[in-house]
Nanobody, 115 residues
């Protein structure tokens, strides 16, 4: 089992920044990749970014150049730095860990970008 707890969401104005955190515990040695997803009201969940156990990163075209995924192995935490936020970035953001023994999700953190 892997437990994931997201934090760092909140209300921010257009053009502002937030950093989301996803703290992992449990069988973290089995994590293959860590992802961020988001789900806006009335929309399907959307993939945002990934960082693999080897440190390879990628992100969706809609956030490329504005969002950066990173991790701190010592803290077992994955981050999503979000800059130049837009109203369309408003969503609940979820962390997902793909492991050798299953797929785990956090409870989500709300990000609201106000204009």
């Amino acid at each position: 089992q892997v437990q994931l707890v997201e934090s760092g969401g909140g209300l921010v104005q257009v053009g502002g920044s937030l950093r989301l955190s996803c703290a992992a515990s449990g069988r973290i040695f089995s994590v293959i990749a860590s992802h961020w997803y988001r789900q806006a009201p009335g929309k399907e969940r959307e993939w945002v970014a990934v960082i693999t156990s080897g440190g390879i990163t990628n992100c969706a075209s809609s956030v490329k150049g504005r969002f950066t995924i990173s991790r701190d192995n010592a803290k077992n935490t994955v981050y999503l730095q979000m800059n130049s936020l837009k109203p369309e970035d408003t969503a609940v953001y979820y962390c997902r860990a793909l492991t050798t023994h299953g797929d785990f999700w956090g409870q989500g953190t709300q990000v609201t970008v106000s204009s």
